[in-house]
């Protein structure tokens, strides 16, 4: 396409139109450097240190799991190398009453614990998110406290034990059901939903409840999930109230702490003489059963984590930020 300009006392004669450089869809901004190439390999080489970091110990544990004996006197303890694999330690595992019974109670545990960790929290920061909430200041004074002060171990004991928790499933649930860390981040985030909506919708009849679960929530979804993974971790991961509550009731064990009796105090399988497979228990290799087991407990969170990953950033980030 060309223009034509004409001046006074002049022929016409075509001008070329300036051309245009498109900018570039992800142009850096211009206060930042562009990268070089030792930069760049820097933080390639940094990444890929830290994957093998994180991956070398996870390929170990699942090689050893699923070895044999003699692989494993072959390689001195756990092997880096295939050799001779089998999946003998993982039928031997899940042939075993406690090992099941465990997995149902973990999954129960954490999948209550969580919903009930969510309710409480989500209930209490929106609260505390309203500047028009009763005392929202000295409660949110008050739990901030109780992040560096605490009464320690035993008065928890003696409380859990006084309202007759000992041996109760609600005393792996309740002592550890509220984080004012994920509260805090909850109130963080909820207190920039936008005011003029909320407004809108109290000018429409709707109460906090109807605005909590129609508004709020809709609106938190990435960081709801980032908090429902943080406390179903816990919850999964979790093994220390046990010890304390019901050290003894095998039946009300969860799968981690079937695996820390296991691995770290070196009893063998419980439940695997009951089973009637005592004979197997004993050829099967102790290491690789207790790889399987810790494979077991991997194994959940690392199905669940890539669904809950990518709202990380806005979930937890973008809700510190703009508290």
């Excluded at 909850?186 to 906090?208: K, N, P, W």
């Excluded at 194994?299 to 980030?317: A, D, E, S």
Aim: charged share 10%.
């Amino acid at each position: 396409m060309t223009l034509t300009v004409q001046r006074a006392g002049s022929s016409a004669r075509p001008v070329a139109p300036q051309a245009v450089r498109p900018k570039r869809k992800n142009a850096r901004p211009a206060w930042e450097e562009p990268p070089t190439l030792a930069g760049d390999a820097a933080k390639g080489i940094t990444l890929g240190g830290v994957l093998m970091v994180m991956l070398v110990p996870l390929w170990i544990i699942v090689v050893t799991s699923l070895s044999t004996q003699a692989a494993i006197n072959r390689a001195g303890g756990l092997v880096i190398w295939p050799d001779g694999l089998t999946f003998e330690a993982y039928r031997v595992m899940l042939a075993d009453s406690t090992v099941r019974s465990a997995l149902l109670v973990s999954f129960g545990i954490t999948g209550i614990g969580t919903l009930v960790s969510m309710a409480v929290s989500v209930m209490c920061a929106y609260g505390l998110s309203r500047p028009g909430s009763l005392g929202h200041r000295f409660l949110l004074t008050l739990l901030i406290v109780t992040m560096f002060v605490n009464g320690g171990l035993i008065p928890t004991f003696l409380v859990v034990t006084g309202l007759g928790g000992y041996g109760q499933w609600w005393a792996l649930v309740l002592p550890s059901a509220v984080s004012v860390f994920n509260i805090l981040i909850l109130r963080a985030f909820y207190s920039s939903t936008s005011v003029d909506l909320i407004e809108a919708a109290r000018i429409d009849g709707a109460g906090d409840w109807r605005i909590l679960w129609s508004i709020v929530l809709p609106t938190s979804r990435a960081v709801t999930a980032v908090m429902a993974l943080f406390y179903g971790v816990g919850y999964w991961n979790s093994f220390f109230n046990v010890m304390l509550y019901m050290p003894t009731d095998s039946e009300k064990w969860p799968l981690q702490y079937v695996l820390f009796t296991y691995v770290n105090r070196g009893n063998g399988m419980p439940g695997s003489v009951n089973s009637g497979f005592g004979d197997q228990f004993s050829q099967t290799a102790p290491l690789a059963l207790q790889m399987a087991v810790v494979v077991l407990t991997l194994v959940p969170l690392l199905i669940v984590y890539p669904f809950v990953q990518k709202h990380f950033r806005t979930g937890v980030l973008t809700g510190a930020i703009k508290g």
